[in-house]
């Protein structure tokens, strides 16, 4: 059974490359053939673009989703019904195949870019192929990345397969320690071969090397961290240092041309050119650094809407579903510019709480989060015009929307929602991307114009990574100075409070709390925040016999290996504290007050 399912992965991955019949054959992946191979650069970069393509479908659910879930700064959210969101952030399951559309879209993405790295090798060497190759290898060792810290001991697809026979010979299930061999030695290949240049020089949203190097910080830190390693080991008997991966973040900060904005807020959409007017938190700052021109942006998911394709839109999901739901006669208006959403998500208060006793003047804190008590809405029309305070509506605008849960009045800003007005004080557009300022948009609808860029790596990270690599303040102090804080001495508790406040809401926290070994101090502390479940008010509860920091005891943070998959291959392993999915069932929220 396993055989037949490796085998349809592959079989299926392939239309995606270039939606071409020319490379649907299984046959002759490691020698030319020009029936089956590209002949030109258009044709690789073709190829390469159905790679790209996979990491739209596996961010809609997959690691970022889990990691901004799972982690201590935000809850579940969203609707009575809505089990999958609240199950994450309690770490708990639905159902033993919770896990198995991640599985098929990785796996399915791995696949394109082993025929597209089988088949762009094959070709002559030039500096575009090189380039090329580099951008597979990156893609091939992110799907991995992700695949790894949710799931584990995961198999290895190393290569496309030569024939039919190959593509019938599932892989075995690797060890961590295998599979990061894998990934750091495609993410050197990448750095050390892909051609150094300037982060614009190539169409946005291309990777260049700064790319493997900044992976390479991320992996680095998360291996040695999370599995108390020293370096990082490297498929064919290598390794790579702390030194090494310090040198090529190094290379990235002088030689990349990225750099940081001059205002952490025009790092998100809500200051864009049309809903900065009509925002009075935000009227005064910088317009928007729009995607596709943000020299902070490393490692991006392209959802920008095309204007070629507006019946067909991107839209970026983490968005849409964390914009809050409200009832069915209430005015958005109030929470401008905050757009509608599936009400997931939300802050926790405590994390609120924790900013502003860590850093009380922090700008990021209101930059990066939309708090119910302290954001005001404008009303009304030129002279009529007045500034009111959101606190005295919100919760009444909530009533009866979707019986809502965990909700606490706390959005955050970065990822989410975000709309304008069509006329000053008239109505909204779904989307401000809708507006004829940006794509002009028919199709108006909340759900599908949500395009912003889903951002992976930002080149902040890779200042505050060199900066705990290298146990040094310059890169921690560069990213202080953007948001006129004092510069501090280097320590691991100003690392961890300076990551926590740059990189909220980013899907980094979980894999931080976890490398950091500190996952089950801070997970429990989720719990007797004030919340409102379905217009009442109560307080956050465990929804287990275990609580989130037993539940990361039990599994270190990782989640079950699908039963789908266990049912085609009975020789995989599942993964501890899930063996028994019947005991960690999330079915209904339970009010135990």
């Given at each position: 059974m396993k055989k037949l399912f490796f085998l349809w992965i592959i079989t299926i991955s392939l239309p995606f490359l270039t939606g071409c019949e020319d490379f649907l054959s299984l046959q002759s992946y490691t020698t030319k053939d020009s029936e089956s191979f590209p002949r030109t650069e258009e044709d690789a970069t073709q190829m390469l673009t159905g790679v790209y393509s996979s990491l739209v479908r596996t961010h809609n659910g997959g690691y970022f989703w889990y990691a901004m879930l799972a982690a201590d700064e935000r809850f579940g959210g969203g609707g009575i019904n809505d089990r999958g969101p609240q199950a994450i952030s309690h770490l708990l399951c639905t159902g033993n195949t919770q896990t198995n559309s991640i599985w098929t879209s990785h796996y399915t993405a791995i696949a394109n870019a082993n025929a597209t790295l089988a088949a762009l090798e094959n070709m002559e060497t030039s500096e575009a192929i090189i380039q090329k190759i580099g951008e597979a290898k990156i893609l091939r060792a992110h799907f991995y990345f992700s695949l790894v810290q949710l799931l584990g001991d995961v198999p290895i697809m190393k290569s496309a397969p030569e024939d039919l026979a190959a593509a019938q010979a599932a892989p075995p299930q690797a060890t961590q320690e295998e599979i990061y061999a894998f990934i750091v030695k495609d993410l050197w290949d990448a750095y050390n071969s892909m051609p150094t240049c300037k982060w614009n020089t190539y169409p946005s949203g291309t990777l260049t090397k700064w790319a493997a190097a900044g992976?390479?910080?991320?992996?680095?830190?998360?291996?040695?961290?999370?599995?108390?390693?020293?370096?990082?080991?490297?498929?064919?008997?290598?390794?790579?240092?702390?030194?090494?991966?310090?040198?090529?973040?190094?290379?990235?900060?002088?030689?990349?041309?990225?750099?940081?904005?001059?205002?952490?807020?025009?790092?998100w959409s809500y200051t864009n050119s049309q809903s900065k007017p009509d925002y009075p938190y935000a009227k005064d700052a910088p317009t928007w650094v729009m995607d596709g021109e943000n020299p902070e942006h490393i490692f991006v998911v392209k959802l920008i809407v095309h204007n070629s394709y507006p019946s067909s839109t991107y839209t970026?999901?983490?968005?849409?579903?964390?914009?809050?739901?409200?009832?069915?006669?209430?005015?958005?208006?109030?929470?401008?510019?905050?757009?509608q959403g599936w009400g997931m998500g939300p802050v926790n208060t405590r994390f609120y709480d924790d900013w502003v006793k860590d850093e009380p003047d922090d700008l990021r804190r209101k930059a990066s989060i939309w708090h119910y008590k302290e954001e005001t809405y404008f009303e009304g029309i030129g002279e009529a015009r007045v500034e009111l305070p959101c606190e005295d509506v919100y919760f009444k605008n909530q009533a009866g929307a979707d019986r809502r849960l965990e909700q606490t009045g706390l959005w955050n800003k970065k990822i989410i929602s975000i709309r304008?007005?069509?006329?000053?004080?008239?109505?909204?557009?779904?989307?401000?991307?809708?507006?004829?300022?940006?794509?002009?948009?028919?199709?108006?609808?909340?759900?599908?114009?949500?395009?912003?860029?889903?951002?992976?790596?930002?080149?902040?990270?890779?200042?505050?990574?060199?900066?705990?690599?290298?146990?040094?303040?310059?890169?921690?102090?560069?990213?202080?100075?953007?948001?006129?804080?004092?510069?501090?001495?280097?320590?691991?508790?100003?690392?961890?409070?300076?990551?926590?406040?740059?990189?909220?809401?980013?899907?980094?926290?979980?894999?931080?709390?976890?490398?950091?070994?500190?996952?089950?101090?801070?997970?429990?502390?989720?719990?007797?925040?004030?919340?409102?479940?379905?217009?009442?008010?109560?307080?956050?509860?465990?929804?287990?016999?275990?609580?989130?920091?037993?539940r990361y005891r039990r599994t270190k943070g990782f989640w079950p290996i699908s039963q789908t998959q266990i049912d085609l291959d009975p020789t995989l392993k599942q993964n501890a504290g899930w063996e028994n999915y019947t005991e960690v069932l999330y079915s209904a929220w339970t009010d135990k007050e």
């Open positions: 992976m390479l910080g991320r992996v680095y830190l998360f291996y040695t961290g999370f599995y108390q390693k020293s370096v990082l080991p490297m498929e064919g008997g290598g390794q790579v240092t702390g030194d090494q991966v310090a040198a090529a973040l190094k290379d990235c900060i002088d030689n990349s041309g990225h750099v940081l904005v001059d205002d952490f807020r025009s790092l970026n999901n983490i968005a849409m579903s964390c914009g809050p739901a409200m009832g069915p006669n209430s005015n958005y208006k109030t929470m401008f510019p905050l757009g304008s007005y069509k006329t000053p004080g008239g109505d909204l557009w779904g989307s401000f991307l809708s507006s004829p300022a940006y794509f002009d948009q028919p199709n108006d609808v909340f759900m599908h114009n949500n395009g912003q860029d889903l951002i992976w790596l930002r080149y902040a990270d890779v200042l505050l990574m060199h900066s705990e690599i290298t146990k040094t303040a310059d890169g921690l102090n560069s990213v202080r100075a953007r948001v006129n804080l004092p510069a501090v001495a280097y320590s691991l508790d100003a690392i961890q409070k300076e990551r926590r406040h740059e990189l909220a809401f980013e899907a980094i926290r979980w894999g931080d709390i976890r490398r950091w070994h500190i996952a089950e101090d801070v997970l429990d502390r989720k719990y007797g925040v004030e919340i409102e479940n379905d217009t009442k008010f109560t307080h956050m509860q465990p929804q287990n016999a275990q609580t989130c920091a037993e």
